[in-house]
T-cell receptor, first 112, second 111 residues
Framework: DTAVSQTPKYLVTQMGNDKSIKCEQNLGHDTMYWYKQDSKKFLKIMFSYNNKELIINETVPNRFSPKSPDKAHLNLHINSLELGDSAVYFC???????????FGPGTRLTVL | GQSLEQPSEVTAVEGAIVQINCTYQTSGFYGLSWYQQHDGGAPTFLSYNALDGLEETGRFSSFLSRSDSYGYLLLQELQMKDSASYFCAVREGNQGGKLIFGQGTELSVKP
């Protein structure tokens, strides 16, 4: 059984397009995250939601908009894609009082 | 500013012991975690230290000294499957679980 799942696994698109990545967790966790990992493997938090409320919003362009319809789902919508958005995007989840974060398999986004 | 420093690469042979160091400078500190990531895979949790001292989990141990802003991950009886990137991460806040990651250490285990 997959704990944290993301779709799609690969996403190839043209500059200027809009795309979405979906994330679901079946662990019953109350907190979910989006991370971006660049080509040098640097992993940086973008957003965090706790019980559908945005609690962390790092310095991320407004083109990125997370949405959490319920505490098991966290989606990421990206408008007007740019070359620099090419990266692997990881969704993760955790339970507030437990320190471990569980990562999804990642979505490799390539912007041409 | 916020920074975590760890070596970029480490090479060791099967059966050996390797230590990956991490020094940190962050605005808040609620614990130091270690994650392992194989090529093409997701980061997976290895260990967590909130207090000073050594935590042991099988072949892996992690150490923290908060007064020195320093920790390390110790891997014993290295196996080929341990070849991966290892990240230290500081939990910066008690709520929200914000993790600040280091740049990662690529460990290569040779036969």
């Amino acid at each position: 059984d997959t704990a944290v799942s993301q779709t799609p696994k690969y996403l190839v698109t043209q500059m200027g397009n809009d795309k979405s990545i979906k994330c679901e967790q079946n662990l019953g966790h109350d907190t979910m995250y989006w991370y971006k990992q660049d080509s040098k493997k640097f992993l940086k938090i973008m957003f965090s939601y706790n019980n559908k409320e945005l609690i962390i919003n790092e310095t991320v362009p407004n083109r990125f908009s997370p949405k959490s319809p319920d505490k098991a789902h966290l989606n990421l919508h990206i408008n007007s894609l740019e070359l620099g958005d090419s990266a692997v995007y990881f969704c993760a989840s955790s339970q507030a009082l437990i320190r471990t974060q569980y990562f999804g398999p990642g979505t490799r986004l390539t912007v041409l | 500013g916020q920074s975590l420093e760890q070596p970029s690469e480490v090479t060791a042979v099967e059966g050996a012991i390797v230590q990956i160091n991490c020094t940190y400078q962050t605005s808040g500190f609620y614990g130091l975690s270690w994650y392992q990531q194989h090529d093409g895979g997701a980061p997976t949790f290895l260990s967590y230290n909130a207090l000073d001292g050594l935590e042991e989990t099988g072949r892996f141990s992690s150490f923290l000294s908060r007064s020195d802003s320093y920790g390390y991950l110790l891997l014993q009886e290295l196996q080929m499957k341990d070849s991966a990137s290892y990240f230290c991460a500081v939990r910066e806040g008690n709520q929200g679980g914000k993790l600040i990651f280091g740049q990662g250490t690529e460990l290569s285990v040779k036969p």
